[in-house]
């Protein structure tokens, strides 16, 4: 691969996700200690992400990959996507803010398969090239955690205006990327080829499904520490919390590194509940660190990130990869894509706004404060529960 397209695509990636990374893990903490909303309203807000994971696939499966060329439709929804940014930032009624997220979700969801479709058709060896490519939407990701958080400007609405910008920037910038024609022009397919249900026959297999189930419900949890995590921390009084967050992925690239290493020595079975352990410990770590407000416990929390997201979510897509038939393989990946990111994600918005609202209080002049404990305990349960269902019932026949 040439060096100025290795440099575009990189870039690409670093905004991508430094666009998510600097208006989605604050969001809690600005709608909370900016607006004053509730609990309730917080999750809603980050519902419409899951729910533009839903509509994502149609989107791009009937529209972008059979009439137009990937940078161009990027081009669009980033450009879209940034207008709608900068009109969410300004906008303080919880309602309107909701729908104005809600369209964003839509817009910026496909995103996430088109800057992949870009970079997979510049390259012959997506095994070794993609990755180098890939590492840098996580550096966007900490580049913009870091940025909010030095800037200190969490609990407003100027993360929503810097991934605005960003956005913008990349909407401008994906019209010079190198051309990606149309992939599925002229292809047959329909809605169950485009939500992966064509994989559906691999819940025949008592484990697939099984593990199908605890990939859903795992996520439920998950949404707590994506949706109300920025919030608690600002809350005990972390300094710099977006910036110590991204200790997070951090930790995710170096577990990264170092899974080929366990992932021979102790397969896949090990590795899925290795992960779901680290889901429940990281919960347990927030809730009885809040007790004494144990700064150490909450960095410890924070750091288990590498583990819970690469031991479960990469190890997961491992095991469907070699799972499903090559016909179906990419609609068994888009499969668990949509239980996870989609339905248990949108799930857990709502279950954790419940949760969290069930342990807050107003407080004078308005604003609101939560006994963090208990709310942390529930998440720790919900992974709980969901590592004895897999060390109960996943027994896969593989050997990997």
């Given at each position: 691969m040439r060096f100025p397209v290795r440099l575009a695509l990189s870039s690409m990636m670093f905004l991508q996700f430094f666009i998510w990374g600097?208006?989605?893990?604050?969001?809690?903490?600005?709608?909370?200690?900016?607006?004053?909303?509730?609990?309730?309203?917080?999750?809603?807000?980050?519902?419409?992400?899951?729910?533009?994971?839903?509509?994502?696939?149609?989107?791009?499966?009937?529209?972008a990959d059979r009439y137009f060329r990937s940078e161009r439709v990027l081009a669009f929804c980033h450009l879209v996507g940034g207008a709608l940014l900068w009109m969410a930032?300004?906008?303080?009624?919880?309602?309107?803010?909701?729908w104005t997220l809600f369209v964003y979700a839509l817009a910026y969801n496909p995103t996430l398969a088109l800057v992949n479709a870009v970079a997979f058709h510049q390259m012959n060896d997506t095994g070794r090239q993609f990755p180098a490519i890939r590492v840098w939407g996580t550096l966007g990701w900490i580049a913009a955690g870091v940025a909010v958080g030095t800037l200190g400007v969490e609990a407003t609405s100027w993360p929503m205006r810097l991934a605005a910008g960003a956005s913008?920037?990349?909407?401008?910038?994906?019209?010079?990327l190198p051309e990606t024609p149309p992939r599925g022009k002229g292809s047959e397919g329909g809605v169950a080829r485009l939500f992966?249900?064509?994989?559906?026959?691999?819940?025949?297999d008592r484990s697939f499904a099984v593990f199908a189930a605890g990939s859903l419900l795992i996520c439920i949890p998950?949404?707590?520490?994506?949706?109300?995590?920025?919030?608690?921390?600002?809350?005990?009084?972390?300094?710099?919390?977006?910036g110590v967050m991204t200790l997070g992925q951090v930790s995710e690239i170096v577990f990264m590194l170092v899974m080929p290493f366990c992932f021979s020595?102790?397969?896949?079975?090990?590795?899925?509940?290795?992960g779901m352990a680290?889901?429940?410990?990281?919960?347990?770590?927030?809730?009885?660190?809040?007790?004494?407000?144990?700064?150490?416990?909450?960095?410890?929390?924070?750091?288990?990130?590498?583990?819970?997201?690469?031991?479960?979510?990469?190890?997961?897509?491992?095991?469907?990869?070699?799972?499903a038939d090559p016909r179906i393989r990419a609609g068994a990946q888009g499969f668990i894509t949509l239980l996870t990111y989609g339905l248990g994600m949108l799930i857990g918005s709502w279950v954790s706004g419940w949760v969290v609202k069930a342990h807050e209080a107003r407080l004078p002049g308005g604003g609101i404060s939560h006994e963090w404990m208990p709310v942390w305990l529930v998440p720790a349960a919900m992974a709980g529960g969901v590592f004895l269902l897999f060390l109960a019932l996943f027994k896969p026949k593989e050997k990997h």
């Open positions: 600097a208006w989605f893990v604050t969001l809690g903490t600005y709608l909370g200690q900016g607006l004053k909303l509730d609990a309730l309203q917080i999750g809603a807000a980050y519902s419409t992400m899951p729910w533009g994971a839903l509509v994502a696939p149609l989107f791009v499966g009937m529209v930032s300004r906008e303080t009624n919880p309602t309107l803010l909701f913008w920037l990349l909407g401008i910038g994906a019209f010079f992966g249900l064509e994989a559906l026959v691999l819940l025949r998950l949404a707590f520490y994506y949706n109300f995590t920025n919030l608690f921390l600002n809350e005990q009084g972390l300094a710099n919390a977006a020595r102790l397969g896949i079975k090990k590795m899925l509940l290795i680290a889901w429940a410990s990281r919960y347990l770590l927030f809730a009885f660190g809040a007790s004494g407000n144990v700064v150490a416990m909450f960095y410890l929390g924070i750091l288990l990130h590498g583990v819970c997201y690469d031991f479960f979510f990469v190890t997961g897509q491992i095991y469907v990869d070699g799972k």
